[in-house]
């Protein structure tokens, strides 16, 4: 579904340059969850945005299914990255415009009427169970609720894949568990392929199929949560 082969993201800074991901090569198949776990600074966030070129690996190839996302110009990429959605710890939403225009905002740029998108936000905000919140802004909204439009819409395309960076990070335990609930009611009903990276072990062992764990840019560990995590 998503491979990265000897992925290298090196960034150029006054001391020199910092490769914040070395040589990564990893594949995530089709339905699973999938975890990146690491402390701060351990290359997590760049390397989940050379899986939708966010950021342009320095080195090394990318592919989303049959298509090499590093062979394509920024305009094919484009129509892509409609296939990958993604969510954000600061949930980054329009503050402006309602939760139903934040949600039909992609599909807005993909050129479609309010007429062809009114249904499909509809279908979206029952999905996250936002039915009576639609015509709020999201300064009324809680974190948890703030984060259920920011999956709706990533999800407002139809994508395979859903990236989500520290998604669960700036919420309390109560609402992490049920963001990490709709995310893998998500994943079982839409057979949507989920990506996450954290900081927090427990993100991990709530709903991680695999895990990949993170150190100085590098993956020092792969596998079946159980297997990763219950070694001696
Ligand atoms: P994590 O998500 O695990 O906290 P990051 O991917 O954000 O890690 O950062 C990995 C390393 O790359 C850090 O040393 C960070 O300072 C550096 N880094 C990240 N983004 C940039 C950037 N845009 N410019 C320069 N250095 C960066
Ligand atoms: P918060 O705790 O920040 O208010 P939540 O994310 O817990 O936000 O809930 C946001 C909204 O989603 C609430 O209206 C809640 O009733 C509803 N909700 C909570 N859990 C579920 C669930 N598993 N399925 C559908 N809707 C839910």
Redesign the pocket.
Known sequence: MIELQNVT?S???RGGS????RDISLQVKPGEIFGII????????????CMNLL?RPTSGRAWFGKTELTALSERQLQAERRKIGMIFQHFNLLASVTVRENIAFPLVLAGKSRKEYAARVDELLALVGLEAHGDKYPSQLSGGQKQRVGIARALAADPQVLLC??ATSALDPQTTNSILSLLMSINEKLGLTIIL?T?EMQVIRSICDRVAV?DA?RIVEMGAVLDVFLRP
Do not use: Q
Not at 38 to 48: E, R
């Open positions: 993201k960034y150029k800074g910092v490769d914040a991901v690491g402390h701060s600074g351990a290359g997590k966030s760049t390397l989940i945005r950021e960076d520290e990276i900081h993170m840019g």
